[in-house]
Nanobody
Framework: QAQLVESGGGLVQAGGSLRLSCAAS??????????MGWFRQAPGKEREFVAA????????YYADSVKGRFTISRDNAKNSVTLQMNSLKPEDTAVYYC??????????????????WGQGIQVTVST
């Protein structure tokens, strides 16, 4: 079993930055053995992929909508994953979720390939 807890959300003006963190824990769970991802869900919309990072951190994958603005990274010693969000736009407003994928080696944008999810954290970008 794994627990993922997001932090760092809040309200920011367009053009600003926020840094989201995800702390992973669990008696039998090691974040370093999992690909990790971030998803987001805006009101009235489906949950969508944002970014993913490989177990070692050597490979990353981004949605086109955030490429060049967001950076995903991880610290396996601390069992944590970070999403640095720059040049934020109002359309980035959503609840952001951290997720862990245990059973796959390739980076995935599919929600059904992630096994554990955090509770989510609100990010609001004002005009």
């Amino acid at each position: 079993q794994a627990q993922l807890v997001e932090s760092g959300g809040g309200l920011v003006q367009a053009g600003g930055s926020l840094r989201l963190s995800c702390a992973a824990s669990g008696r039998t769970f090691n974040a370093y053995s999992s690909n990790m991802g971030w998803f987001r869900q805006a009101p009235g919309k489906e949950r969508e992929f944002v970014a993913a990072i490989s177990q070692s951190g050597a490979s990353t994958y981004y949605a086109d909508s955030v490429k060049g603005r967001f950076t995903i990274s991880r610290d396996n010693a601390k069992n944590s994953v970070t999403l640095q969000m720059n040049s934020l736009k109002p359309e980035d407003t959503a609840v952001y979720y951290c997720a862990a994928a245990l059973g796959i080696l390739r980076l995935s944008s599919r929600r059904d390939e992630y096994d554990y999810w955090g509770q989510g954290i609100q990010v609001t970008v004002s005009t």
